[in-house]
């Protein structure tokens, strides 16, 4: 079973920057798209961005476009989302997940298209 962890969080003040990460257990990690989703309270969770197999090609939500950006390091099983001029309204707990799919050709954004997920990181900016 694949298991995915993520770090990186905190609370830090508007304008500031954080770097998350995800770690895969097992071999096919390098298989399957990679995305990064949040949720803040009383919201439903929502797409943020998401990577290809291969780490040719992106995906982002407007919200974050310009400012996140998503890569990824099959060698060590990593996936990673460095946010920049953050904001409060980016303030949410931050879940990464794999595609459900292996070898994908076309971005998804849905939360049903993603599995296994990560037990979430806590993201607060302050104003």
């Known amino acids: 079973q694949v298991q995915l962890v993520e770090s990186g969080g905190g609370l830090v003040q508007a304008g500031d920057s954080l770097r998350l990460s995800c770690t895969a257990s097992?071999?096919?990690?390098?298989?399957?798209?990679m995305g990064w989703f949040r949720q803040a309270p009383g919201k439903e969770r929502e797409f943020v961005a998401g990577i290809s197999w291969a780490g040719s090609s992106t995906d982002y939500a407007d919200s974050v476009k310009g400012r996140f950006t998503i890569s990824r390091d099959n060698a060590k099983n990593t996936v990673h989302l460095q946010m920049n001029s953050l904001k409060p309204e980016d303030t949410a707990v931050y879940y990464c997940?794999?595609?459900?799919?292996?070898?994908?050709?076309?971005?998804?954004?849905?939360?049903?298209?993603?599995?296994?997920w990560g037990q979430g990181t806590q993201v607060t900016i302050s104003s």
């Open positions: 997940a794999r595609d459900s799919i292996p070898f994908r050709t076309i971005p998804v954004r849905r939360s049903s298209d993603f599995g296994p």
């Open positions: 097992g071999r096919t990690f390098s298989n399957y798209r």
